[in-house]
């Protein structure tokens, strides 16, 4: 079974600060993304990456950026964290590019920027 | 912009009857469709996925593609208390987040009333 890994499943964190959300994965897929989730919203792409040292904006990439120096783990970055950025952040994995492959899920991490 | 499209619900259904959920989606070259189950507080589980026109059966659950009329629907037999859930529709194509991110539906709230 495929495993992904979020370091944190509940993490508090204030206005301003510089939070990182770790992932890892351990069936060395090369695909790795982020995505938040929002009531009302559903699931949005943050930002992807197809290899290490590689990365690619998804859908809302504003105020995150990412870091992946090796092919098991995808860190996901806030800046400068704000409260409208306080959400469920789900991290996925996908074996390899261009594949009908479904994308596997990590348990997520609740973030709450107070 | 690529949508997806399914109805929020709640959709309340009886014990051992079907399910039938339902999904539209707005980009013609969309390659793979899949179908999630989230539980809430959880992330999301792949439940099937479908990748050409017709039905795809799995256990109590069955897929159906339409690429013609954009459509794709689950359908879950003898459904159970267990199958209470939000079912989120996943379609992969050339979203912002090239050939591989996902574009979610916001999911359909599905309760089996024992």
């Known amino acids: 079974d495929v495993k992904v890994t979020q370091s944190s499943r509940y993490l508090v964190k204030r206005t301003g600060e510089k939070v990182f959300l770790e992932c890892v994965q351990d069936?060395?897929?090369?695909?790795m993304f982020w995505y938040r989730q929002d009531p009302g919203l559903g699931l949005r792409l943050i930002y992807f990456?197809?290899?290490?040292?590689?990365?690619e904006k998804g859908d809302i990439p504003e105020g995150y950026s990412v870091s992946r120096e090796k092919k098991e783990r995808f860190s996901l970055i806030l800046e400068s964290a704000s409260t409208n950025q306080t959400s469920m952040y789900l991290c996925?994995?996908?074996?390899?590019?261009?594949?009908?492959?479904?994308?596997?899920f990590g348990d997520g991490t609740r973030l709450s920027i107070l | 912009q690529k949508e997806v499209e399914q109805n929020s619900g709640p959709l309340s259904v009886p014990e051992g009857a079907i399910a039938s959920l339902n999904c539209t989606y707005s980009?013609?070259?969309?390659?793979?469709f899949f179908w999630y189950r989230q539980y809430s507080g959880k992330s999301p589980e792949l439940i099937m996925s479908?990748?050409?026109?017709g039905d795809k059966e799995d256990g109590r659950f069955t897929a159906q593609l339409n690429k013609a009329s954009q459509y794709v629907s689950l359908l879950i037999r003898d459904s159970q208390p267990s199958d209470s859930a939000t079912y989120l529709c996943?379609?992969?194509?050339?979203?912002?987040?090239?050939?591989?991110?996902?574009?979610f539906g916001k999911g359909t709230h599905l309760i089996i009333q024992p």
């Open positions: 069936m060395d897929h090369e695909n």
């Open positions: 996943a379609v992969r194509g050339y979203s912002g987040g090239g050939a591989d991110g996902l574009t």
């Open positions: 980009d013609r070259v969309s390659q793979s």
């Open positions: 990456s197809y290899d290490v040292k590689m990365k």
């Open positions: 996925a994995s996908l074996r390899q590019t261009n594949s009908n492959q479904p994308q596997h």
């Open positions: 479908i990748y050409s026109n």
